[in-house]
């Protein structure tokens, strides 16, 4: 199985300052037949399911916000917010959807400081 | 728009067997060229994808669970399923059914999420 490994496990960030979640997997998750990430991003807030944010480790779903990036391959990857909003304290899960069983990493909490 | 909607017993008993159901609305399974997945989280815990079923029924199950788990799809019914035989305390968790975002393919980011189903096993 592909071990996901974020960091840290908690973060607490200023209103409009950056946040930065890092993500690592155990092998790499970069198909090279295609040059894509098999990784993506997902928020999570109390009693909700998880959503969205980004998939091929880049690529912002639709609707989501601007201030969502997300960067890296192959073994590496980022979550970054660009300027914290209220509305962006959650859980946030990185996930592989290389190869099977597909794997999440084990959250990591974000607050406001 | 797509929705999926999962239901379940709320609380069973160790050693017995769960059946969850999701059903699908705004569109159907059996034409949609989809997987269609199982997701769980235990309170206050991480994500565990328990296996995924293709609308023709061939399926990818999770090895640590594979001996406990049936998907299935019933195409008349716009639904598919999840029985977990063997229940324990460790398999108390909220049960999501999602989908991936890729037609044709079980390698794909879950775009689309049930609300989920809280299932306790207790005596």
């Known amino acids: 199985d592909i071990v996901m490994t974020q960091s840290p496990d908690s973060l607490a960030v200023s209103l409009g300052e950056r946040a930065t979640i890092n993500c690592r997997s155990s092998?790499?998750?970069?198909?090279?037949?295609?040059?894509?990430?098999?990784l993506a991003w997902y928020q999570q807030k109390p009693g909700q399911p998880p959503k969205l944010l980004i998939y091929?480790?880049?690529t912002r779903e639709s609707g989501v916000p601007d201030r969502f990036s997300g960067s890296g391959s192959g073994t590496d990857f980022t979550l970054t917010i660009s300027s914290l909003q209220a509305e962006d304290v959650a859980v946030y899960y990185c996930?592989?959807?290389?190869?099977?069983?597909?794997?999440f990493g084990q959250g990591t909490k974000l607050e406001i400081k | 728009q797509l929705q999926l909607q999962e239901s379940g017993p709320g609380l069973e008993k160790p050693s017995e067997t769960l059946s969850l159901t999701c059903t699908v609305s705004?569109?159907?399974?059996?034409?949609?060229?989809?997987?269609w997945g199982w997701i769980r989280q235990p309170p206050g815990k991480g994500l565990e994808w328990i296996g995924s079923?293709?609308?023709?029924?061939?399926?990818y199950y999770n090895p640590s669970l594979k001996s406990r788990i049936t998907i299935s799809v019933d195409p008349s019914k716009n639904q598919f399923s999840l029985k977990l035989t063997s229940l324990t305390a460790a398999d108390t968790a909220a049960y999501y059914c999602?989908?991936?975002?890729?037609?044709?393919?079980?390698?794909?980011?879950?775009?689309?999420w049930g609300q989920g189903t809280m299932i306790t096993v207790s005596s």
């Open positions: 999602a989908r991936p975002r890729t037609a044709g393919t079980t390698y794909g980011a879950f775009d689309i």
């Open positions: 996930h592989q959807y290389y190869s099977s069983p597909f794997t």
């Open positions: 705004g569109g159907s399974i059996n034409s949609s060229n989809y997987y």
């Open positions: 092998q790499t998750v970069l198909y090279s037949s295609n040059n894509k990430n098999y």
């Open positions: 079923i293709y609308y023709s029924g061939s399926t």
């Open positions: 091929w480790a880049s």
